[in-house]
C-alpha cells in the first residue's frame, strides 16, 4: 500500500517531467543532408504531436509535411556529453503559430529554404527543436532555427532551460511558502474552531442524551423492597 501512494505521488512529476522534455528547446549539432516534402496522413495515434498547418492554410486530414534531413552528432546523458559517432535524424518543419507549445514560429518556408541552401555545404549547424522522434509512429521532432556553428564538438548553453528551470524553482518555492502562511493564518484557525464548535456540540447532545435519560428513568417503577 505504501508503494502505491509513492506511485501515485510520483505520477505527476513523472508526466511534468515528460512535457518539460517533449516543450522545451533542445539543441543538436546536425550536418544538414537534403531536404523533402512528403504528403502525411495523421492517425488519431500520431496526430497530437504534430502542430497545425503553415498560418493561413486549412485544417485536413492529411497535408504536405516539409521534413530536413540531417546527420546528428550523437550524444548521452540527455544531449551533455558528446561522442565521436554521428546518427541520421529527420526533423519536421512546421508552424506553431499561436497555439501550443507557444514558439510563435511562421516562417517554416524559410526555414526550409535555408535549410536546402545548408545542405549544400559541409557545415555544422545548431539546430533548435523540440518533441520526439519515434519510428514506429512516425513522429519527428520539430525544427525551430538553424544556426552555423564553429564544428561538430561545438557546446551550446542551453541558457532559455536554465532560466526556465530557475524560473521554476523559485516559483515553486513561493507558491510553497505562500501556501504554508495561508494554512497558518486560515485554514489552521478555521479548523481549529471548527474543531471546537463540534467539542460544544457533541457536549450538548451528550447533555441532552443525559438529561432524556434521567426523565426515561423517572418513569420506570421503583423498587419498593
Do not use: C
Request: glycine share 6%.
Amino acid at each position: 500500500m505504501r508503494t502505491l501512494g509513492i506511485l501515485f505521488r510520483a505520477l505527476p512529476i513523472l508526466l511534468l517531467g515528460l512535457l518539460l522534455h517533449y516543450v522545451l528547446p533542445q539543441h543538436d549539432i546536425v550536418r544538414v543532408t537534403s531536404t523533402e516534402v512528403i504528403r502525411a496522413d495523421f492517425s488519431r495515434y500520431n496526430r497530437l504531436f504534430y502542430a497545425q498547418p503553415d498560418a493561413g492554410s486549412a485544417v485536413q486530414g492529411n497535408r504536405d509535411l516539409r521534413l530536413i534531413s540531417t546527420q546528428k552528432k550523437k550524444t548521452f546523458l540527455l544531449g551533455f556529453i558528446k561522442r565521436d559517432a554521428t546518427e541520421v535524424m529527420v526533423y519536421r518543419n512546421e508552424d506553431t503559430g499561436w497555439i501550443w507549445p507557444p514558439y510563435f514560429k511562421f516562417d517554416s518556408s524559410d526555414l526550409q529554404a535555408e535549410a536546402a541552401a545548408d545542405a549544400r555545404t559541409d557545415g555544422w549547424y545548431s539546430l533548435t527543436h523540440y518533441g520526439w522522434r519515434n519510428r514506429w509512429a512516425s513522429i519527428y521532432p520539430n525544427a525551430v532555427a538553424l544556426r552555423p556553428v564553429s564544428g561538430p564538438d561545438a557546446t551550446i548553453i542551453p541558457w532559455f532551460n536554465i532560466g526556465f528551470f530557475i524560473f521554476l524553482i523559485i516559483a515553486i518555492g513561493t507558491i510553497r511558502a505562500m501556501w504554508f502562511q495561508f494554512r497558518e493564518r486560515i485554514v489552521d484557525p478555521a479548523m481549529d474552531a471548527a474543531g471546537d464548535r463540534m467539542d460544544v456540540v457533541e457536549a450538548r447532545m451528550d447533555a441532552r442524551r443525559s438529561r432524556m435519560k434521567r426523565w426515561f428513568d423517572s418513569w420506570k417503577p421503583k423498587d419498593r423492597r
